[in-house]
Structures are given as C-alpha cells and as structure tokens.
T-cell receptor, first 111, second 114 residues
Framework: QKEVEQDPGPLSVPEGAIVSLNCTYS??????FMWYRQYSRKGPELLMY????GNKEDGRFTAQVDKSSKYISLFIRDSQPSDSATYLC???????????FGPGTSLSVIP | GAVVSQHPSWVICKSGTSVKIECRSL??????MFWYRQFPKQSLMLMAT?????????EQGVEKDKFLINHASLTLSTLTVTSAHPEDSSFYIC??????????FGSGTQLSVL
C-alpha cells in the first residue's frame, strides 16, 4: 500500500462547479497536510497548509482533514478555467525530514 | 508566501557536458533544501536532501557522483548534473521550508540533453 493515495483523474468539470479533490494516507504519524497546485512545466504552488483536523478556508478553497479516517480533501468553489492544473496533496510528520506527495489529480475546468 | 528562486528555467546542452542549477531562498534562510525530478504527467520524485554545511543525503537509486549537490550557504543550494546524457533530460525542481515548516518550491528547470 502506498503511503499516500490520490485519484489521478483526469477530472473535468464545467466552470462554476464545486470541485472535490481527495487523498488518503496510511501513516498515522503525519501531522502536517498541504495542497499544491502545479501548472504544466512550473513548480508547485502552495495553496493550503494545515496541521489539525477540521476545515480551513481561504477564498474559494477549503481544506478538510480527518485524521481519524486518514483522509484529506480540497474543495474549490466557483471553479474557473484558470484552476485547470494538477493538484498535489502532501503530508509530513513532525520531524519534517521528508514530505510525501500524492501522485496528483489533473483538473480541467471547461468554460 | 516565501520565495524560492530557481535558475535557469530552461537549459539545453550537449551530451557529456555538465549543467548547474541554482536554488535560492530569497526571503528566508533554509538549512535544508530538497531536489526533485519530475517526468511528464508524473508526480515529484525526491532525489536528495541538501544540508547546509554538510553532505547531501541521496535517495535510493540516485547516483551521487552524477548529481552533485552543494549547499554552501543558508540561501543557496546547487545541483550539478555531471556528464549529462539524454536520459537525464527531465524537469528538476528544488524546494525549501520556512521555520513555520511550510514548503515552497522553485519554478523548476527543464533540462534537455541532446
């Protein structure tokens, strides 16, 4: 079993839709959870960062962490064509020696 | 957010030559930086952890003599691909984390070896 699993997609939605992106993990030592957005041939951009269970909102983005189920989600409201990218979940334990990434979900928002 | 600068963005070189990629943390000090390789439509593959003032830690299967890492200061790490060959062509990305443990990435370097 991989440490972090993520549906690779591709996921295609119409503009304005709510997008739900998800990751599951197996290591209960993970305490820090992140979501990154990566455009083609660019470095990943940090979107959300959290270290506790529950929801964290930033504009159109909401990150949700459920440590008991080892499940994290990223919700995008009112999706825009500019949101079309690959979304990577990432997580780390408290040592932060290594950050583990999911394989990424490719998202296309159709105008 | 914090800024990590990576240079160059693109490099084309002949087979057998060496290429150096720089990664700088512009507004924070980074005792540790990370180097990744990414193939098209695949996720990031950690190559090595760069430690300021000491030797880098390489992941299994990564040739340390092929991919030389130097972390001479708290704001600069370099990756040198030595005697590059076409199979080394890839997208290389660096990252560094702040004291708040947020990980930021450089913009990446596309290496093409002819």
């Amino acid at each position: 079993q991989k440490e972090v699993e993520q549906d690779p997609g591709p996921l295609s939605v119409p503009e304005g839709a709510i997008v739900s992106l998800n990751c599951t993990y197996s290591n209960s030592a993970f305490q820090y959870f992140m979501w990154y957005r990566q455009y083609s041939r660019k470095g990943p951009e940090l979107l959300m960062y959290t270290y506790s269970s529950g929801n964290k909102e930033d504009g159109r983005f909401t990150a949700q962490v459920d440590k008991s189920s080892k499940y994290i989600s990223l919700f995008i409201r009112d999706s825009q064509p500019s949101d079309s990218a690959t979304y990577l979940c990432a997580m780390s334990d408290t040592s932060y020696d290594k950050v583990i990434f999911g394989p990424g979900t490719s998202l296309s928002v159709i105008p | 957010g914090a800024v990590v600068s990576q240079h160059p963005s693109w490099v084309i070189c002949k087979s057998g030559t060496s290429v150096k990629i720089e990664c700088r943390s512009l507004d924070f000090q980074a005792t540790t930086m990370f180097w990744y390789r990414q193939f098209p439509k695949q996720s990031l593959m950690l190559m090595a952890t760069s430690n300021e003032g000491s030797k880098a830690t390489y992941e299994q299967g990564v040739e340390k003599d092929k991919f030389l890492i130097n972390h001479a200061s708290l704001t600069l790490s370099t990756l040198t691909v030595t005697s590059a060959h076409p199979e080394d062509s890839s997208f290389y990305i660096c990252s560094a984390h702040t004291r708040e443990l947020k990980l930021f990435f450089g913009s990446g370097t596309q290496l093409s070896v002819l």
